[in-house]
């Protein structure tokens, strides 16, 4: 059974940092790209970064630069590291896997993990 949970969100303030992680069983995690989606309140998902089992990264333009995603193999984890954060971030993050042989056609969700920017 595939399952992902992911962990780390939280109350920050402006400007401060967050690491993401996603922990994921059931299935070959090194075969797969993993993306990082979010939800703000009220608001529909935004697809916010990607990375291929090779290591190759994208981003959206609205993270880009403040956001860095990275994967652990050996531990089957994805992580996504978010500095300069900003209120416009707050957000569910949701890890999700794709469908074999696809980047974005997504057949699994974690639960989500939530992160408030606020001061």
């Known amino acids: 059974e595939v399952q992902l949970v992911e962990s780390g969100g939280g109350l920050v303030q402006p400007g401060g940092s967050l690491r993401l992680s996603c922990a994921a069983s059931g299935f070959t995690f090194s075969s797969y790209a993993m993306s990082w989606v979010r939800q703000a309140p009220g608001k529909g998902l935004e697809w916010v970064s990607v990375?291929?089992?090779?290591?190759?990264?994208s981003y959206a333009d609205s993270v880009k630069g403040r956001f860095a995603i990275s994967r652990d193999n050996a531990n089957n984890t994805l992580y996504l590291q978010i500095n300069s954060l900003k209120p416009e971030d707050t957000a569910v993050y949701y890890c999700?896997?794709?469908?074999?042989?696809?980047?974005?056609?997504?057949?699994?969700w974690g639960q989500g993990t939530q992160v408030t920017v606020s001061s």
């Open positions: 999700a896997k794709p469908e074999a042989g696809t980047l974005y056609a997504y057949d699994y």
């Open positions: 990375i291929d089992s090779g290591g190759s990264t």
